[in-house]
């Protein structure tokens, strides 16, 4: 079965610095991998997703993730926060065999503050 | 893009009443919709699979008399939580498969259900 980590509840970062929240996997065979981000009393906003190809990939929003398979991690990075980024963040993995259905991290945190 | 409407967002009732909650693709077909329950800062929990024409399919632990699922048409999944109570109350969001290959699901905006 898959899963997907993301260790950190919360994370702080002062507004223009890096921001980087983390997540591991593990998949049998090769991961789909996701970013989602939440806004309070709102759906699920689509960031990115590594399926294949170059292990950085870029998203919505100036957010880019690194894959990293020797280390089974995708982390989230943003070379300068903003305050509006502040938003609970999920990373998900592809469930196999599952079509589009997803399993999803605990959920980060993410506060910017000036 | 494509668009799923989830409504109401707010349902604030009393205990022992039946809430209907609706979720629309807007600009797409969907044969299948996903139901999802979220506790307040935690993850997404997903309750059930809706399947257009036929039964939903429950994730364990869900109570299918609870939690019942309709998906009449190609563009609308209701959930409908009977007799709801206060542990029922939560943060309910749907979604439904993306057609196109750009991400794997795009989201409603949830219904936060408040039961008295």
């Known amino acids: 079965a898959q899963s997907v980590a993301q260790p950190e509840d919360q994370v702080n970062v002062a507004e223009g610095n890096p921001l980087t929240v983390k997540c591991t996997y593990s998949?049998?065979?090769?991961?789909?991998l996701f970013w989602y981000v939440q806004y309070p009393n709102r759906g699920l906003q689509f960031l990115l997703k590594?399926?294949?190809?170059?292990?950085l990939v870029k998203g919505s929003y100036g957010f880019e993730a690194e894959f990293n398979k020797s280390q089974t991690s995708f982390h989230l990075k943003k070379p300068s926060a903003l305050v509006s980024d502040s938003a609970l963040y999920f990373c998900a993995v592809r469930v196999t065999g599952g079509g589009n259905k997803l399993t999803f991290g605990t959920g980060t945190q993410l506060k910017v503050e000036l | 893009g494509a668009v799923v409407s989830q409504h109401p967002s707010w349902v604030i009732c009393k205990s022992g009443t039946s809430v209907k909650i609706e979720c629309r693709s807007l600009d797409f077909q969907a044969t299948t919709m996903f139901w999802y329950r979220q506790f307040p800062k935690q993850s997404l929990m997903l309750m059930a699979t809706s399947n257009e024409g036929s039964k939903a399919t429950y994730e364990q632990g869900v109570e299918k008399d609870k939690f019942l699922i309709n998906h009449a048409s190609l563009t609308l999944s209701t959930l409908t939580v009977t007799s709801a109570h206060p542990e029922d109350s939560s943060f309910y969001i749907c979604?439904?498969?993306?057609?196109?290959?750009?991400?794997?699901?795009?989201f409603g905006d949830g219904t936060r259900l408040s039961i008295l």
């Open positions: 979604s439904a498969p993306d057609t196109t290959g750009s991400q794997p699901q795009h």
């Open positions: 590594y399926i294949t190809g170059d292990n």
């Open positions: 998949v049998s065979g090769n991961p789909y």
